[in-house]
């Protein structure tokens, strides 16, 4: 399995921006498809965004499209989320996942085989 490290997250304002990296250990970072969730207090950890292992396709929950957008370096074993124009429901802490294989189900956490500790981000209104 691979190791997630997420960073970037704190604390910005409304309508502001913050940039997430979840960096890979190993050396099959490529061949994972990749995601983001999250999760806010009492409610059930949701799909964010979703890249596959080229980069070539991505996915977005209605709520983050047009605001949020997913990429990758491979050569850097690293997947972005850049998050602008931040709303306070984005509070929440988000995950980074990833799947060796998700069919057709990249928005389903259960096809996430590896999972990093999370990332706190706070949008004051």
């Known amino acids: 399995q691979v190791q997630l490290v997420e960073s970037g997250g704190g604390l910005v304002q409304t309508g502001g921006s913050l940039r997430l990296s979840c960096a890979a250990s190993?050396?099959?970072?490529?061949?994972?498809?990749m995601g983001w969730f999250r999760q806010a207090p009492g409610k059930e950890r949701e799909f964010v965004a979703a890249i596959s292992r080229s980069g070539g396709s991505t996915y977005y929950a209605d709520s983050v499209k047009g605001r949020f957008t997913i990429s990758r370096d491979n050569a850097k074993n690293t997947v972005y989320l850049q998050m602008n124009s931040l709303k306070p429901e984005d509070t929440a802490v988000y995950y980074c996942a990833a799947s060796r294989f998700w069919g057709s189900s990249w928005y389903s956490r259960h096809a996430y085989d590896s999972w990093g500790q999370g990332t706190q981000v706070t949008v004051s209104s």
């Open positions: 190993g050396r099959s970072f490529s061949s994972y498809n």
